[in-house]
């Protein structure tokens, strides 16, 4: 699409091609609107991507997004989407030293092996018993909440009602989690774990009073009506390309390289002005959907920009001839690392850590987890290296807010991803080091994006993953019918920074297309 082109009027434009903005596109054009999608970058996809980051070899990496558990099956049966997922058989591994000994849990593998792993790390039942009672809980919880986020904003009574659990809603929606995590858990470790899903892309402490870490363990346990995380067949990119196609194919226009500059409009119709390398244009529309963060539609719109954002992440990609041995004699890398391998998440270094950076220190014990994709789905990995057993690793770090970078973020980075991989190796027989490919110009396969690389990449405010501070699943003053709505009548938020935004789920989008496509 060219700049100089005359302005055609489109139902609707939709400004970002990350997966919510494709969603939106798909279900407006299979509705027969005529749609426009405006992407700043040469490729869709957002941070939902698969690329080939090591020079000269063989392997697509989810380089940002890398796991799915939000995306409803009726967006991908919907849109008739070519998108598989398959299920971790082991759930994670944890290692820890225990008197002198390196030993560790292991979660997954059935039930009795689940059983028996909690009994010898914690001499008894009583972990594992309290573990089924409270998963049994969140998967109720789940199974209520999850089908709300494809349909209209239920109110706080509403969903409490859904619920139907006192308990459940008080421990999850209203109380901080550190005190059901400390009520029902007693050992270290375990609790760690427990709340390692409250901290993802969250800077919070377990008994932050703001209830951010409660938000962000929900959103993490309903998924799927299950919590269950699942690895993309063919990686993140993967789902990117089919809603690309299944938006092209109902006959959305997607134009890369078009960076949308301004919105214009009197809240009956609207003008999107864009910028390309051949200069600027103009797409008239009835509705305007921004797939971006809530800072770049007030930028856009010329309205007084929310709070600010900041994310709190170290994301490291990597590639390895072989998975490394373990110190645990009776664990078997294999499995370790093919659910969400812990690495100094008991529940006392996580308070540790988050007291340190909030004192504007680096962590001295940098928690993160780690999985490898290639494990549960080779297909990532070109044939030859899947002969030769290498896979890929991704690692993600927790409690490492923006802030910590400003001084000097490639310094910092080097220095925070040097002390994490030695938490690492602390559990390991072998140093990873010895275990990384090397790239056709025999550099080391291994790379490190910290929240300032991320705003500067993928235009992340603060690096922050979900936009801003995820918000309950129910209405709220101002949140409108579906939780994409904006001061402008037909300008709808259809990204992370939506209501019931935050990960890889489609919702938003799926929640803007409604919204357009009820008003006729």
Partial sequence: MSANETPRAYDAVIVGAGHNGLVAAAYLARAGRSVLVLERLDHTGGAAVSTRPFAGVEARLS???YLVSLLPEKIVRDLGLDFRVRTRTISSYTPVERAGRPTGLLVGGGEQRTREAFARLTGGDREYEAWQRFYGMTGRVAQRVFPTLTEPLPTRDALRRRIDDETAWRTLFEEPLGVAVEETFADDLVRGVVLTDALIGTFADAHDPSLAQNRCFLYHVIGGGTGAWD???GGMGALTDALAAAARTAGARIATGHEAIRIDT??????????T????GVAAARHVLVNASPH?????TGDAAPEPAEGAQLKVNMLLERLPRLRDPDADPREAFAGTFHIAEGYAELAAAHAQAAAGELPTAPPSEIYC????DPSILGADLAERGYHTLTLFGLHTPARLFDRDND???EELLGSTLAQLDAHLAEPLADCLATDADGRPCIEAKTPLDLERDLRLPGGNIFHR???????QEDSGRWGVETRHANVLLCGAGAVRGGGVSGVPGHNAAMAVLERG
């Fill in 231 to 233: 690895v993309p067949v």
């Fill in 266 to 275: 009197d809240g009956h119709t609207a003008e999107v002005a864009y910028r």
């Fill in 411 to 413: 310094a910092v980075r």
């Fill in 296 to 300: 770049e539609l007030a930028a856009l």
């Fill in 277 to 280: 390398a051949d200069g600027e």
């Fill in 373 to 376: 994709h290639s494990l549960t």
């Fill in 63 to 65: 380089r940002y997004s």
């Fill in 469 to 475: 501070a995820l918000s309950w699943p129910y209405a």
